[in-house]
C-alpha cells in the first residue's frame, strides 16, 4: 500500500493510540479503544465495535524500528486464535510512503482471507485519514 504521506506520519499513525482510534478497523467498524505500551515487550489492546459485538485484538511488540518496520503478535480476546503474527515494513517512495503489511501464523485459510480483507479495510481508512489530518497539520 503506498500513501501520500511522509513516513513519519504513517508510522506514527502505528504507534499512537489516539490516532489509531480514528482509523483502525475495516468499513462501518469503530474503535472504541485503543492502549499501547510501545517498547519491544509492550502489549497493545484495540476494541472495536463490529456488527456482531465487541472484537477485542490484542498483542505484544516483538521488533521496533523506528520508520522502518513493527513486528507484533496479534490474537483476540474471544480465542478464535492466539498469537498470529503482523510485520509492517515501512519505506519511503518519491511520492511519499510505502507500507508492506504481512499477516502469518493464521491458523486456516478462511481466516487468513477474513484478515486480508480487514487489514484492507484498515488501510483504505488509514488513507482517508491520513490525507484528512495532511491538510490541518
Known sequence: CTFDAPLEKVYSAWTEAEQMMQWMGPGNVKCEEVNIDFKVGGKYMIKMNTDDGIATAVGEYREIETNKKLVFTWHWLDGTFENSIVTLLFSETKDG??????????????KAEHHAMGWDGCLNKLIDYLTTTGETQ
Do not use: F, G, I, S
Not at 510512503?97 to 478462511?110: F, S, V, Y
Open 97 to 110: 510512503t510505502a507500507l508492506n503489511l504481512n499477516h502469518t501464523l493464521l491458523p486456516d485459510k478462511e
